[in-house]
């Protein structure tokens, strides 16, 4: 019974997943800023207005100043 559960809650949360492996990412999602809050002076992020702020579109060889295109892999890890 307990074993049922935990298979239909992971099904269900994986059904609701916007993005699958080896997809790109929109438009929309790539101008979404995020900021960093460690590391930034390390990885060469300039700071605007005081704080590191970082998109994925500054890793698109279309939209970003240098022309050059990165591969990202983007992992989401949680302690809880």
Known sequence: ???????????I????????????????DQNR?????YG???HGIEPEGGRYNLTFGDYNGYTNDTGIFYVMMIDMAASW
Request: proline letters at 0%.
């Open 33 to 37: 800023v995020f900021e960093v809050c």
């Open 40 to 42: 930034a002076e390390h």
């Open 13 to 28: 949360s994986l059904s609701f997943s916007v993005y699958q492996v080896g997809d790109q990412i929109s438009q929309g």
């Open 1 to 11: 019974m307990c074993f049922r559960k935990i298979l239909t809650l992971a099904m």
